[in-house]
């Protein structure tokens, strides 16, 4: 059975991934920011924090939970820095300074739910954002 788990944080990563051709085309300007899905960027950070914050605390009992979702939320945190760097083009330090404030925001999130709340309630908001990511509005990611 833990092949399955491992093959399922792979498929995961793949979907953390897949927004990474938007985030080029985005880079090269063949896209502009109005076309990119900000509410999916939002969504997928915070359901990954969260569900590193579930699986960190067991330890190697959830490894494929908090290694998968750690990584995810590296990766949403680099597409949304992209995001607000080409959403504020003439005012780029405002853009990384939002990006860094979003960051902190994610940080203190992370650490409240790893910290001051109880396993079961972190893994019940988890799962309330698991749901919101894939109802999140423009959900057409990959071109």
């Known amino acids: 059975m ?5 093959v399922g944080t792979a498929l ?7 927004p990474c051709t938007l985030m080029w085309q985005l880079i090269k300007g063949t896209k ?3 076309d990119i899905p900000w ?3 939002i969504a997928n950070s915070a359901n990954c924090i969260l569900w590193t914050a579930y699986g960190a605390p067991q330890g190697t009992e959830k490894t494929q939970v908090w ?3 750690g990584i995810g939320t590296l990766i949403n945190l680099i ?3 992209i995001y607000f760097i080409h959403l504020v083009e003439k005012k780029p330090l405002l853009s ?3 990006s860094i404030l979003i960051t902190g925001i994610t940080v203190g999130i992370f650490f409240i739910f790893y910290e001051f709340v109880n396993f079961e309630a972190t893994g019940k908001v988890a799962m309330i954002f698991n749901i919101i990511m894939y109802a999140a509005p423009s959900q057409k990611i990959v071109n």
């Open 2 to 6: 833990e092949v399955f788990g491992w």
């Open 12 to 18: 995961a990563l793949f979907f953390f991934i897949s």
């Open 32 to 34: 502009k920011i109005q």
């Open 39 to 41: 509410m999916i960027l």
């Open 67 to 69: 290694v998968c979702n």
């Open 79 to 81: 597409y949304m820095i």
């Open 96 to 98: 990384i300074g939002v």
